[in-house]
């Protein structure tokens, strides 16, 4: 989960659950992610749980890596024990670059979720990756082992604004590996995209988006560049290097995303995120974003079983020590109060195209729904049925509709 994490309670050395997180594990669905946190250079932007070579010291490797999660995941199989989930219904292994492993890991990996908890059979499973880290024949490999859907980071097809991001991939390689996994047989691919890059123009931004139609995926992603303390952006901006980026320019963006995406077939289903169609919505996403379970595997990966989410350890030494020495790799974990859960999950499901059930909210978060609505930022015709669902100017002010219905 984005933001600062709280200090959080101590771990048991075996990584034990309460009972009652155990029984609960699955009601909404159960997922796994996998953290995989190599990366051949550093973005200028990233502020990720992710290493270079040069970054990672002694005492770990690609190599050794999926042993690791592997181990964790046999962990993960003890501390749930008799009452594991019913069923393993979304994997999505993101990073960091997954596919500077080789796909064989990745594909050993996945068999080992599997053969630990079961997939389901109509299973989700997606992996990250950077443009230049796949051909047609590790695509080949992954989608033989079992993944299903992509998603490639594009960012933008200006060959500029890639330059300010540190993106080391052409401006045409995105395309080109999006076709390449739809070649390969992937039932979903996702390209990404970031907008209100210092130095982008509105043309760089539409080139984007037509290159992004006119690769045949059925799955866009966009959100604003934000520029995090401690990246070599922020810096740059410091200096007076670049400018910082504009509201104004980000809504102008987010408003010609919707509309070229739109004309394009796509419907968003959540702030962020459009898809062609209801299956090529990202699952595993929506799992978070409505309350259900995962296990995280990796250094940094956090989890959430039954009201419970905890987070490992960052670096990936001290990850795979603490799994060799028997011990669970998790720092810290919190318990949700139903306060806390209530707050998330208006916070979630309200970012959602399917909105919010009204009667979740209390007296004064009603009171504020009715001022969204008469504002125009909730839809009206959705309100009269009984949900809180954004208009596309309740999109971009969307953290303010949340704000109105927690006060």
């Not at 490797?61 to 024990?81: I, K, M, P, Q």
């Not at 290159?211 to 604003?224: C, I, L, M, N, T």
């Not at 809504?251 to 919707?258: F, G, P, S, V, W």
Request: hydrophobic content about 45%.
């Amino acid at each position: 989960m984005p933001g600062v994490l709280p200090e959080g309670e101590p771990v048991p050395r075996d990584g034990s659950l309460p009972a009652a997180a155990r029984r609960a594990v699955g009601a909404r669905g159960f997922g796994v992610y996998v953290h995989v946190p190599f990366c051949a250079s550093r973005c200028g932007y990233c502020d990720f749980n992710t290493y270079t070579a040069a970054e990672l010291g002694g005492g770990v490797s690609r190599e050794t890596y999926a042993d690791s999660v592997l181990a964790e995941l046999a962990l993960a199989a003890r501390v749930l024990g008799d009452s594991p989930p019913p069923r393993v219904d979304t994997v999505f292994v993101g990073g960091g670059t997954p596919t500077l492993l080789p796909a064989d890991d990745l594909a050993r990996i996945l068999d080992g979720i599997d053969r630990t908890w079961g997939l389901a059979a109509d299973v989700e499973v997606t992996t990250e990756a950077n443009p230049e880290s796949v051909t047609p024949e590790s695509l080949k490999t992954l989608r033989a082992a079992g993944y299903t859907r992509i998603s490639l980071g594009m960012q933008s097809a200006a060959p500029g604004v890639l330059a300010v991001l540190d993106r080391r991939h052409s401006a045409g390689r995105a395309v080109a590996a999006a076709r390449e996994a739809r070649d390969a047989g992937f039932e979903h691919v996702n390209l990404d995209l970031i907008y209100g890059t210092p130095g982008e123009t509105a043309d760089d931004f539409a080139a984007s988006l037509a290159q992004v139609v006119e690769a045949g995926v059925d799955h866009v992603s966009a959100y604003a560049l934000i520029v995090e303390d401690g990246t070599r952006l922020a810096a740059r901006m410091r200096r007076g290097e670049l400018p910082y980026p504009s509201d104004d320019v980000a809504a102008d963006r987010y408003l010609a995303a919707e509309a070229a995406l739109h004309a394009a077939g796509f419907s968003w289903y959540e702030v962020s995120n459009w898809a062609r169609s209801e299956a090529a919505a990202c699952r595993h996403n929506l799992l978070y974003w409505t309350g259900a379970d995962w296990w995280g595997l990796g250094p940094g990966a956090h989890s959430h079983v039954g009201g419970v989410r905890w987070w490992n350890v960052k670096h990936p030494a001290a990850y795979a020590e603490r799994l060799a020495a028997g011990a669970s790799p998790a720092l810290a974990r919190e318990r949700l109060t139903g306060d806390e859960q209530h707050t998330e999950d208006v916070m979630l499901r309200l970012r959602l195209a399917s909105g919010l059930p009204l009667d979740v909210l209390d007296t004064a978060g009603r009171a504020g729904a009715e001022r969204a609505r008469a504002g125009g930022l909730l839809d009206a015709g959705a309100y009269a049925e009984g949900r809180a669902v954004l208009t596309l100017r309740g999109r971009l002010l969307a953290d303010a509709v949340v704000r109105d219905l927690l006060p």
